[in-house]
């Protein structure tokens, strides 16, 4: 957690020093984010961080825990505002549709969920991984669970192994567009969130087995 003098910072020198902080884990993650670069496009001195934030694990960590948070806040605000008289399956298309849409228009926060998934140093991803993690799920269970009780997925589909399919396709689409080497077979590398709607409605077309209701 950061130090009550962090938060004793007006807001606009805090969402600098985050913004900035933002693009530099976000491009070179955690071993090779800088921290003396950070506090020099933030305007501060590098010895305030420390007053902020115990070690650099820390800031990252929180880094990484705030702009997942922003993202979920952000995406919930989205999913209000689509159809819910539809079926589950175009729910979900117009849902990671608008996921995608998201990452597109905020490369800061797609640039930091890179970093939390591609982190190499095992003890560092499982810090930021974790939090992460509640967050996706914050959203994905209870969504599950009200598309179960409306009928739309059937009573005995499995909602962990949904759940675990949400978990994994979500980053996937986050990233593969902007990242090299993510996807060998749907070539979403370079395209953009209107050309990537086929591609995430045959996805989801391919895993409807699993949880749609016989007719």
């Not at 650099?56 to 979920?72: M, N, P, Q, T």
């Not at 009200?146 to 994994?168: F, K, S, Y």
Request: with cysteine; proline share 5%.
């Amino acid at each position: 957690m950061p130090t009550s003098t962090w938060f004793r910072l007006n807001v606009a020198k805090r969402e600098r020093v985050f913004e900035v902080a933002m693009r530099e884990f976000g491009e070179n993650g955690y071993s090779t984010g800088s921290l003396n670069t950070i506090a020099r496009e933030a305007g501060i001195a590098k010895g305030s961080l420390f007053q902020y934030f115990s070690d650099k694990l820390e800031f990252y960590a929180f880094v990484c825990d705030e702009a997942s948070r922003r993202v979920r806040e952000e995406m919930q605000r989205r999913m209000e505002r689509i159809d819910f008289d539809q079926p589950f399956d175009e729910w979900l298309v117009d849902a990671f549709c608008d996921w995608t849409e998201y990452m597109a228009e905020h490369p800061l926060e797609r640039g930091v969920t890179a970093a939390t998934n591609f982190e190499l140093d095992n003890g560092v991803r499982s810090v930021v991984r974790d939090t992460a993690n509640q967050h996706y799920l914050q959203v994905i269970r209870p969504l599950l669970r009200l598309w179960q009780e409306r009928g739309e997925i059937r009573e005995d589909a499995d909602l962990d192994v949904i759940a675990t399919w949400m978990m994994v396709i979500l980053p996937f689409l986050a990233l593969a567009p902007y990242y090299d080497g993510i996807d060998p077979i749907h070539e979403l590398r370079g395209r953009t969130p209107a050309e990537q709607r086929p591609v995430i409605r045959q996805l989801i077309a391919g895993f409807r087995p699993i949880f749609a209701p016989t007719k």
